[in-house]
């Protein structure tokens, strides 16, 4: 089946702009979670949806970072007034549920965004 | 996650070779460990993982290995492949959280 999906795939945007970032999970995942990952780094955690329930917003960097989900289907990520130190790779991953032993996460290939 | 700054730690082996990558992690209360492989310009991809009450898990050309008593995992690949260059994550969580704690990768080099 098809895979996590996320568009675009690069963006290059000027400093002070908002940008808006989508992910397209897999058909039947329940949780969806964004990441950024930076030149040379690992992931950061940044948001976390699951079903209907309030999402983990713990991860987001500044209150300029916010994201939405609607149902279990497409999310958003939105970054506002964007600045250069947000330029990174922005990843989507998805999973069958938040509970079980193997619970594996399947990631997009990502957003790769660059704030000139 | 955490990070080492732009310079991954670098492992080059020779094509054929046996590859092994390293990985310490940080929260012994965690119980599920997971290795990805993210080749340039991709996403993360699972390759395999292990449950805490086990020290070694076996899949196609891959193994690993989990130290719980000095917080370590490694990933073993057998008879390296030019298509095995790639920057390797350890993840780890605990089965009652939903959050993967990446570690900062090792990036593996396959010389022809």
């Known amino acids: 089946g098809a895979g996590v999906s996320q568009s675009p795939s690069n963006k290059v945007t000027e400093k002070g702009k908002d940008v808006e970032l989508r992910c397209d999970p897999i058909?039947?995942?329940?949780?969806l979670y964004w990441y950024r990952q930076r030149l040379g780094q690992g992931l950061e955690f940044l948001i976390y949806?699951?079903?209907?329930?309030?999402?983990?917003k713990s991860g987001l960097p500044s209150d300029r970072f916010s994201a939405e989900r609607t149902g279990e289907s497409v999310s958003t990520l939105t970054i506002q007034r964007t600045q250069q130190e947000d330029s990174a790779v922005y990843l989507c991953?998805?999973?069958?549920?938040?509970?079980?032993?193997?619970?594996?996460?399947?990631f997009g290939p990502g957003t790769r965004l660059l704030v000139l | 996650g955490e990070s080492v700054g732009l310079h991954l730690p670098t492992l080059s082996v020779q094509e054929g070779d046996n590859s092994i990558i390293n990985c310490a992690y940080s929260?012994?209360?965690?119980?599920?460990f997971i290795w990805y492989k993210q080749e340039s310009g991709k996403g993360p991809q699972f390759i395999i993982d292990?449950?805490?009450?086990?020290d070694k898990r076996q899949g196609q050309r891959v193994t690993v290995l989990l130290n719980k008593t000095v917080k370590h995992l490694s990933l073993q690949i057998a008879a390296t492949q030019p298509g095995d260059s790639a920057v390797y994550f350890c993840?780890?969580?605990?089965?009652?959280?939903?959050?993967?704690?990446f570690g900062s990768g090792t990036r593996l080099l396959v010389r022809p």
């Open positions: 991953a998805s999973s069958r549920s938040r509970t079980g032993v193997l619970e594996t996460q399947y």
């Open positions: 058909s039947g995942h329940t949780a």
């Open positions: 949806f699951q079903g209907n329930s309030a999402p983990d």
């Open positions: 929260n012994s209360a965690s119980d599920y």
């Open positions: 292990i449950r805490s009450n086990m």
């Open positions: 993840a780890e969580k605990k089965d009652s959280s939903y959050k993967l704690i």
